[in-house]
């Protein structure tokens, strides 16, 4: 019964390159939160998605940053033109229902860095 | 002002003894509050969650206890182990009708032999 699995655990980019951060939910798991975690600070939510629906994404910055979350496939987190501010692990958590008292469970992040 | 303040920062016990870790949030309404354990390099991982009418939740040697009046919450962890070295988050969820958990920076634990 597998968690929540990121890939890659560590992607490095240079400047002005492209960022795909992956997330496959734990089997059963139809709703994901995308989190963003800058060094020394707590997690900051970035966007909820259901299958194949953006629900709420008001914490994601409005350029470069797009998510997604086919009906067949990972959630995948798009990051374009990656600046040096973009450093930071980035963590999935999924859910089986969309209540607030339902746990999340979460992945062991991608940390990114850029060169 | 973070919304969710955590103290101290960071603590440093000896092993098999306790600690209490304090959280003060001012997220308002709120849904529940949760405690997670996140050790380096990981994700963070549940311990406890409580709404807003419970007052304390035990898992294991973990103990959390709400007061929602204050707005304040701690995790108490009885008889340390080197396992329990880790960072303490407090997450408050707000009642917006989806899990948009608020997350505190932690508390760094570093239990020693």
């Known amino acids: 019964n597998a968690g929540v699995m990121q890939n890659p655990r560590h992607l490095v980019r240079r400047r002005g390159q492209e960022a795909r951060l992956r997330c496959s939910p734990m089997?059963?798991?139809?709703?994901v939160y995308w989190y963003r975690q800058l060094p020394e600070e707590g997690l900051k939510f970035m966007v909820y998605?259901?299958?194949?629906?953006?629900?709420?994404e008001s914490g994601m910055p409005k350029e470069r940053f797009s998510a997604e979350f086919p009906k067949e496939g990972p959630s995948i987190l798009r990051i374009q033109q990656v600046v040096r501010g973009d450093s930071a692990a980035y963590f999935c958590?999924?859910?089986?229902?969309?209540?607030?008292?339902?746990?999340?469970?979460f992945g062991d992040g991608t940390r990114l860095s850029i060169l | 002002k973070n919304q969710v303040e955590q103290s101290p920062q960071s603590l440093i016990i000896l092993e098999g003894k306790n600690c209490t870790l304090q959280?003060?949030?001012?997220?308002?309404?709120?849904?529940?509050l949760r405690w997670y354990k996140q050790d380096t390099g990981r994700g963070p991982v549940s311990l406890t969650i409580?709404?807003?009418?419970?007052n304390t939740k035990s898992n294991g040697r973990y103990t959390a206890t709400l007061d929602a009046d204050t707005k304040q919450s701690s995790l108490h962890i009885t008889a340390s182990q080197l396992s329990d070295s880790a960072s303490y988050i407090c997450v408050v969820t707000p009642n917006t009708g989806f899990q948009k958990l608020v997350f505190g920076t932690g508390t760094r634990l570093l239990v020693s032999p």
């Open positions: 409580m709404t807003f009418s419970e």
């Open positions: 089997k059963g798991h139809s709703h």
């Open positions: 998605l259901q299958k194949e629906n953006i629900i709420d």
């Open positions: 959280c003060n949030y001012t997220v308002s309404p709120f849904s529940n």
């Open positions: 958590a999924s859910s089986p229902l969309r209540g607030n008292d339902q746990p999340q469970h």
